[in-house]
């Protein structure tokens, strides 16, 4: 239930955070954007002449500003669906990342928005193609270290848009500080019962490899993989239970006081301060984790130009600043300054209003797995042990 | 026609039933229903477990048993153990729920009267809302701060904020939550044999001598045991692929087998060796049918006519 979760927890976030609407903020400038290949424009048809129906692989929480599904008030969108309407946008929701490689090879989409460690999967499926960044005028804004995870073979296969940490998230009034130091904590037989880990098998691995202190956390070798795996085993008992979604699971078990630890993205530090708990969001010394999302372009789409019109209207300036302040995840534009956002304290806290802060040494960013596979059965068989 | 059709038509071939004007066509659509939605799915997953379909990319297809090796016994394999631990569960369930359910079907049967179908009703009433929900329901009755533990801190028996911790997210949790989804469903062919149990039976006993007791041991249940063992197959059946009240109040221990399946299937892209555990628990089901499957095609109503 990879992605799906946080940003259905978004809502409630976005709910008791006031849902803030920013106001616009003036455009970016720059053009420090990796030069990328770009497929020339005269193989596909002008913009008129498109269908301008736009199949939409997207998670919960994420549709456009002005669609009947953007429950949140969220302004990304906005500019296309001014401009387009809505009629033609149909999204089909994303349950987990395995999940929406499977759905996007059964069906052809025209926009898909994964996270940056499945982009491998869709370009060496040959269900993505890459953009033509000439196309996207605020693509020069986007952090460049950023983008440049999104270039395959040379091309631009994937925008990235929305990033954001994942750590420990726990209770100060029942983890003694000095317990408090890493990912250790998972493992503290002290808290037993009181830990609950994310149901999700490359996130647990990456876990397990910084915890063992092994090389790569996503490029591990078959005796790594087999090392994490006994260290999960070994953790397992000590989980009340692994959690499935952030928002319906995890959030109110801590609440209700069922679990005092859990691996958590930032949105959950933020709730459960905001319900009076006395919670922290870990900086382990081993470093948080990173995630990255971002669009691609579906391989077979008839609406080329309105994919790019799209994807332009989440990640200009103004909607990147709005990203921020209503789901408190860090956006790729680089013109974001820590003073747009509202929750000063916050944005210093997570860094969200820093562009740089993924390349922070602090932070391990999540990518590709080459042998996910070996690692999912070994998932398979620790929630199974 | 053969001859066998001509002495029983009913017992006519099924070519012989496709193939009569005006009779035979009628099943057509069942037919092509069942191929498309359940034959074909069930080969499709048939040739995953083989490995001669592939969820993934660039992994060649050819016929193999590898996955099946390493599932079935002899050898250690987790699914395999968790394929036991759920089947215990799932008899366990399946027991105390017949159990349970006997006294429901049997009170709505004599003694409710012209009440029972206003009661049988208010039986199912909580069932017209989502399993999911009823599920999640429980877990606010449940967990730390729920209904129980806040009983309990009320009346003093536990310090505030120290709940009971195996309430939830535990065997306990999964048992009860599907207990309490099949009871009133396991009551129903319960109550149905009941319903139209032969009374005049009972008062022959009473008749004879017998005591109220003793005319329940020896002459309502074994007449009621039709009723009983479909009931027992209504929860075992569906049971033994649950995944939602595990994955919802269970703790790491207490995933089911279904939770494997569904999790292979959602979570990985390894349909290969979900297929296998996919074919077994058809497998499984499959004989349970066929051990049980003259109590579920029963008329139940027999009974009477049998007595």
């Known amino acids: 239930m990879e992605r799906m979760d946080r940003r259905k927890f978004l809502g409630g976030a976005a709910v008791f955070g006031g849902g803030a609407l920013l106001s616009a903020c003036g455009g970016g400038a720059g053009s420090q954007g990796q030069p990328s290949a770009t497929p020339t424009q005269e193989t596909h048809p002008p913009i008129d002449q498109e269908p301008g129906t736009l199949n939409i692989l997207e998670w919960p929480g994420y549709e456009a500003g002005g669609t009947k599904a953007q429950t949140y008030g969220m302004l990304a969108g906005t500019d296309y669906t001014k401009e387009f309407g809505t009629k033609g946008i149909k999204y089909t929701y994303i349950v987990n990342d395995t999940s929406a490689v499977n759905k996007a090879r059964q069906n052809d989409f025209d926009v898909l928005h994964p996270c940056i460690e499945n982009v491998q999967d869709y370009v060496n499926g040959g269900l993505v193609q890459p953009w033509d960044t000439s196309l996207l005028s605020s693509f020069g804004n986007l952090n460049p270290a950023l983008t440049q995870r999104g270039v395959v073979n040379g091309q631009q296969y994937f925008v990235p848009w929305d990033w954001g940490y994942a750590s420990i998230l726990y209770r100060t009034d029942k983890v003694a500080p000095e317990d408090a130091t890493g990912w250790e904590l998972f493992w503290n037989e002290k808290y037993k019962g009181r830990i609950s880990m994310w149901d999700g098998a490359q996130s647990n691995f990456e876990v397990a490899a910084l915890y063992l202190g092994l090389p790569e956390m996503d490029n591990q070798t078959s005796d790594q993989v087999q090392q994490s795996k006994d260290a999960l085993i070994e953790q397992k008992p000590l989980n009340k239970f692994y959690w499935q979604s952030t928002y319906s699971d995890m959030q109110p078990a801590f609440k209700a006081g069922d679990i005092w630890i859990a691996y958590s993205w930032q949105d959950g530090y933020v709730n459960m301060k905001a319900e009076g708990l006395a919670v922290e969001f870990m900086q382990p010394s081993q470093g948080k984790l990173g995630w990255v999302c971002g669009f691609m372009l579906g391989a077979n789409t008839e609406n080329y130009h309105h994919a790019h019109k799209y994807v332009e209207s989440f990640i200009n300036h103004k909607a990147c600043i709005d990203l921020t302040n209503l789901f408190y995840y860090g956006s790729s534009d680089m013109t974001v300054q820590p003073s747009d956002v509202e929750n000063k304290a916050l944005a210093k806290k997570l860094n969200i209003g820093d562009p740089e802060a993924l390349n922070s040494s602090d932070v391990n960013i999540q990518s590709w797995m080459p042998n996910e596979d070996e690692v999912a059965l070994a998932w398979e068989e620790v929630s199974a042990a | ?307």
């Open chain 2, 1 to 307: 026609m053969s001859v066998a059709s001509s002495a029983s038509p009913q017992r006519a071939s099924l070519f012989e039933r496709l193939t009569t004007p005006g009779r035979g066509w009628l099943t057509l659509p069942a037919i092509f229903f069942l191929l498309a939605v359940f034959i074909f799915p069930l080969v499709l997953i048939g040739l995953y477990s083989v490995n001669l379909l592939s969820n993934r990319f660039g992994v060649p297809t050819n016929f193999s048993l590898t996955n099946w090796d390493d599932f079935l016994p002899p050898g250690d394999n987790v699914f395999w153990d968790r394929f036991k631990s759920s089947m215990i569960i799932t008899l366990l369930v399946s027991v105390l729920a017949v159990v349970a359910a006997y006294p429901v079907a049997y009170f709505l049967a004599f003694v409710a009267r012209r009440r029972r179908y206003t009661l049988l009703l208010l039986i199912l009433a909580p069932f017209f809302t989502s399993y999911l929900l009823r599920v999640i329901a429980w877990k606010v009755i449940l967990s730390n701060n729920g209904v129980i533990n806040s009983i309990l801190w009320q009346l003093g028996v536990r310090e505030h904020g120290d709940g009971v911790t195996w309430l939830i997210y535990s065997w306990f949790a999964v048992g009860l939550v599907l207990f309490y989804s099949w009871v009133p469903f396991v009551a129903l062919p319960i109550y149905v044999v009941l319903e139209n149990l032969d009374t005049r039976l009972l008062e022959a006993a009473q008749d004879l001598g017998a005591g109220r007791l003793r005319t329940f041991v020896r002459v309502t249940l074994p007449l009621s045991l039709p009723g009983v063992i479909a009931a027992f197959v209504f929860v075992l059946i569906p049971t033994t692929g649950e995944f939602i009240a595990p994955l919802l109040v269970g703790g790491p221990d207490s995933s089911m087998f279904g939770n494997a399946i569904q999790s292979f299937f959602q979570e990985t892209p390894n349909w290969n060796y979900g297929a296998v555990l996919a074919m077994w628990l058809i497998a499984v089901v499959l004989v349970l049918v066929l051990l049980f499957g003259r109590f579920l095609s029963t008329d139940l109503r027999e009974s009477k006519a049998t007595t």
